[in-house]
């Protein structure tokens, strides 16, 4: 039983270092999608909307899992706006598990965790799964496409 419960932290503590891993063999293509990925998120807790909907596509079309439909930019300004006003990100963090890169086209996977605070103070933990998609128009990496949502609660 000993042996089995060494191989199983020793079999999470792999797993948890493989993006770190992933990440020294990046491209210099893939970093600057993550770089954009990490702008992103960071926008969140200053609650930037406009610069936040900056990095956004005119011709943006996502789905979250919650929604029973895609959307457009119009859909993620209307979400973000009332998240924004209605509470705050206290705390994110995101892991990368993929990053594509094909000219002015990208995508990464990755997992996120965030804390958020309602303006009661109450606070609550986020996580899921998410896939950004990435086009690249005059130099910029914006995003045109994305999936995913919480996962657990």
């Not at 979250?64 to 859909?75: C, H, I, T």
């Not at 300004?77 to 094909?102: L, N």
Request: contains cysteine; aromatic residues 14%.
């Amino acid at each position: 039983m000993r042996k089995f419960i060494v191989a199983v932290l020793f079999l999470l503590v792999a797993v948890s270092a493989l993006p770190a891993l992933c990440a020294e063999q990046w491209t210099p293509e893939q970093k600057e999608v993550w770089a954009m990925e990490e702008k992103l998120w960071s926008l969140t807790k200053p609650a930037d909307l406009e610069e936040f909907l900056s990095l956004y596509h005119p011709d943006y079309s996502g789905w979250n899992y919650m929604s029973p439909l895609p959307g457009g930019k119009d859909r993620v300004r209307k979400w973000m706006g009332y998240m924004m006003s209605s509470g705050e990100v206290v705390i994110c963090d995101i892991r990368p598990v993929e990053i594509f890169v094909r000219g002015n086209f990208a995508f990464a996977h990755y997992y996120y965790r965030m804390i958020v605070k309602d303006k009661k103070g109450e606070e609550k933990m986020e996580s899921g799964r998410w896939t950004d998609i990435f086009m690249k128009e005059g130099g910029k990496w914006l995003c045109i496409g994305d999936h995913g949502g919480q996962t657990s609660k």
